[in-house]
């Protein structure tokens, strides 16, 4: 059985910023790191957006915008994300990324397999595929058991689901100055549902049909609203280009507590994702750069979380989308209606100060936070 020092299960967004953290620090080249993963990574599945005042990843942003348009029903407002821009990373670029940069250090190796066990055995770690086994000091997983989200009822689970088209119109209709952040004018439903528009050409986008919500649709549902979308934007003809599809969990659920000594969830599976958003990759960039920091110094992974306030800012947000879904457009709305783009996009990376909190929380509807409060409190 071969060994490893550290062994990453998944090679999603998580396992691969981590690992390049690792590579570009140069502390880890005397420890050999292994990836096992079914996927190659050579294709391109998802997109990735975020903002940013930073040049985070400049070389592989394929698109970004100094504007955002937000809207409802009842009202349409650009917003003026300066100094952020709203930046758009393709999976096929970040997946080259990585791979060139750990290519070079011989010590990182890559498997194709599919895991289908691994534990912690006194000071070491199995992990086992369906072709062998791999013996390691510590295992960094990033592979989502949902089964322990679900089998629980003290956080709620939602998810962030989407399909989306990569379209090619005869027309132009689009400005590609400004993105489409959150559309909630489409048909609610009983459910939290908005369109993202992501234009880089006058002629070329991706709109994407998004909910918050507790199940999932048929694929004929995302597409149908779409193409009612693609035809109230004024578009008659057109080609799609690409598609992609996905669903990213909503929860605060303590994934950390099923860290061990030896072996740390990482990504969805150890609640990097934020979970009042769905947003992953700028979260990800600080939970990897903080994980790596922590590697040098910590030998226990028990250590590594610490709770804070946005954990329960986030976990309140859900109570009241878990419990009032048809809500979702009305807290956004008076989030964006008159807030600072600025301080919300702070706040929602979490970089706020405790009286910046309370001016954009103030924004929010009182009646169903309250509620949720006195509910959380009491339960």
Request: charged letters at 25%.
């Amino acid at each position: 059985m071969k060994h490893y020092h550290y062994i990453f299960t998944g090679s999603g967004l998580s396992a691969l910023m981590t690992v390049y953290e690792m590579a570009f620090s140069e502390k880890f080249d005397d420890k050999s790191i292994l990836l096992i993963d079914e996927n190659l990574k050579k294709s391109n599945d998802r997109t990735w957006c975020f903002w940013d005042e930073n040049q985070l990843f400049e070389s592989i942003v394929s698109e970004k915008w100094n504007t955002a348009l937000f809207a409802d029903n009842n009202i349409q407002r650009e917003l003026t994300l300066k100094p952020y821009q709203y930046k758009m990373v393709k999976g096929l670029d970040f997946y080259k990324m990585v791979f060139d940069t750990i290519s070079i250090h011989s010590n990182i190796h890559f498997v194709n397999q599919n895991v289908i066990d691994f534990q912690e055995l006194g000071n070491h770690c199995v992990v086992k595929t369906d072709t062998e086994s791999f013996s390691c000091n510590k295992v960094f997983n990033s592979i989502l058991n949902q089964e322990t989200v679900k089998n629980q009822t003290k956080y709620p689970l939602l998810h962030q689901h989407f399909i989306g088209w990569f379209i090619k119109s005869n027309q132009a209709v689009f400005n590609p100055d400004c993105a489409t952040f959150m559309d909630f004018s489409v048909e609610q439903k009983g459910n939290t549902r908005f369109m993202y528009l992501l234009p880089s050409s006058e002629t070329e986008a991706l709109i994407e049909y998004t909910l918050f919500s507790k199940d999932l649709l048929s694929k004929e549902e995302y597409e149908t609203e779409i193409q009612n979308y693609i035809q109230k934007i004024g578009i008659t003809e057109y080609e799609i280009v690409e598609k992609e599809q996905g669903n990213i969990p909503m929860t605060s659920y303590k994934f950390w507590k099923h860290n061990s000594k030896n072996i740390i969830n990482i990504g969805s599976a150890g609640g990097w994702t934020k979970a009042s958003t769905g947003y992953t990759f700028k979260n990800t960039i600080k939970k990897s750069k903080a994980l790596v920091q922590f590697l040098l110094s910590e030998t226990d992974f028990r250590k590594f979380h610490k709770n804070d306030k946005f954990w329960f800012y986030d976990l309140l947000f859900l109570d009241v989308l878990n419990r009032r879904n048809d809500k979702g457009s009305k807290v956004f709305s008076a989030l964006f209606k008159s807030g600072k783009p600025t301080l919300i996009f702070k706040f929602l990376d979490e970089e706020t100060s405790f009286w910046e909190d309370l001016q954009v929380i103030w924004k929010c509807p009182k009646g169903l936070f309250v509620r949720a409060l006195i509910n959380r409190l009491f339960k």
